[in-house]
């Protein structure tokens, strides 16, 4: 049996409750981001999936976490507005998480028990869930936005 992400809630940067639901037939990219990790330039290629494939129903959904390194301190105004100054993003950022441990938001929690299991390593981790909200991909931190088994993965589940 599969496990959907479908009945989770979470937070936006307002501080509005969105639930998972509201993506139903979209294929979502999942990640856990920090705005000062070696990893942060994947903003770019975030942004440069989502221009790609949104059109397609392709949504990358950001969550910023200060669990890994303490590299994302700052508040949700400052995140926000540096993704958009640095990185020009215009995909949905959420409110800060926790990907691991005793915090761990339900989400998270979902994610991580999809195989492979386990807790998310690092930020930028990222979890590819398919139109019925089902988890089918898991990318580490060091996996590029750009690289081709993300983009080969996303077409698949988007059907081109």
């Given amino acids: 049996m599969s496990?959907?992400?479908?009945?989770v809630s979470v937070t936006t940067l307002q501080g509005s409750p969105k639930p998972i639901s509201d993506y139903a037939g979209k294929v979502l990219l999942i990640v856990n981001v920090a705005s000062y990790?070696?990893?942060?330039?994947?903003?770019?290629?975030?942004?440069?999936?989502y221009q790609k494939?949104?059109?397609?129903?392709?949504?990358?959904?950001?969550f910023p976490c200060n669990d890994y390194g303490m590299q994302e301190p700052d508040s949700t105004d400052k995140?926000?507005?540096?993704?958009?100054?640095?990185?020009?993003?215009t995909f949905p950022l959420f409110?800060?998480?926790h990907a691991k441990g005793a915090e761990q938001h339900?989400?998270?929690?979902?994610l991580t028990q999809a195989e492979p299991k386990g807790d998310v390593a690092w930020n930028f981790e990222k979890f590819l869930v398919n139109k019925q909200g089902e988890v089918v991909?898991?990318?580490?931190?060091?996996?590029a936005p750009d690289s081709a088994e993300l983009s080969r993965d996303i077409e698949r589940e988007l059907g081109l």
Avoid: N
């Fill in 137 to 143: 991909g898991r990318y580490k931190s060091a996996v």
């Fill in 37 to 49: 990790c070696g990893y942060t330039p994947q903003y770019q290629g975030l942004e440069a999936l």
């Fill in 53 to 62: 494939y949104r059109d397609q129903g392709l949504e990358v959904l950001a």
């Fill in 3 to 7: 496990l959907s992400i479908t009945d």
């Fill in 106 to 110: 339900p989400l998270y929690a979902k």
């Fill in 79 to 89: 995140i926000q507005q540096f993704c958009e100054t640095k990185y020009g993003i």
């Fill in 95 to 97: 409110d800060k998480v």
